[in-house]
């Protein structure tokens, strides 16, 4: 076989990838996050020693706000997404981290994970997060959490619904991320003053 033959493998090789291939689509504008309005002191220490505990999972969320993206109601049954407005990383772990700040803040309790509560979980909370996105008819930002707690100790399981709406001027994704926040810090607000000290 001719020697230039069995080069040209190699060289075919490297030649397309760059040219003809991108595996990353076109980075959003902007990526939305939230931000709790109550969280722990930087350089304090909670201590499970002296403090209670409890152990938060992240909530279990339908597949329309499973995904990164801003889901706008439209009407009874059909949903939409918002152009251009995209979450940081998947709605539940921002809502789960901004619970965890907010229940430590508010009731000086130590949270913990899954994976950190093996030797004391204490309370247990749990629950879903049922709505996270724009009610169009209304103009408004809704977070709905319906949360399921066992208190320290208890063999038994607390069921509550908690709900919070804030009006939204626009559906756009800044607009959108703004109010969502503000009703996410309202919910975890009314979660932890129910989880209690």
Known sequence: MPRHLTR????????PLGACISLTGKPPAMLLTLMPSASPAVG????SKTAKTITLQVPVVPAAIAGPRVPVMT?????????????SEPPARLFARLMADTVAARTGRV????????????????GELRTFGIDAARSQAVVVFE??????GAKTFEKRRF?????????APESAGTALNQAANRVAA???DWVGR
């Open 8 to 15: 040209l493998p190699l060289l075919f090789v490297f030649l």
């Open 44 to 47: 304090a220490t909670l201590d």
């Open 75 to 87: 009407g009874a049954t059909t949903i939409a997404y918002i152009k251009g407005a995209v979450w």
């Open 111 to 126: 949270v913990l994970s899954n994976q950190q509560s093996f030797a004391d979980p204490g309370a247990r909370l749990s």
């Open 147 to 152: 949360g399921t707690l066992v208190r320290d």
């Open 163 to 171: 709900e919070a709406r804030e009006p939204i001027g626009a559906i």
């Open 190 to 192: 009314e979660v932890a």
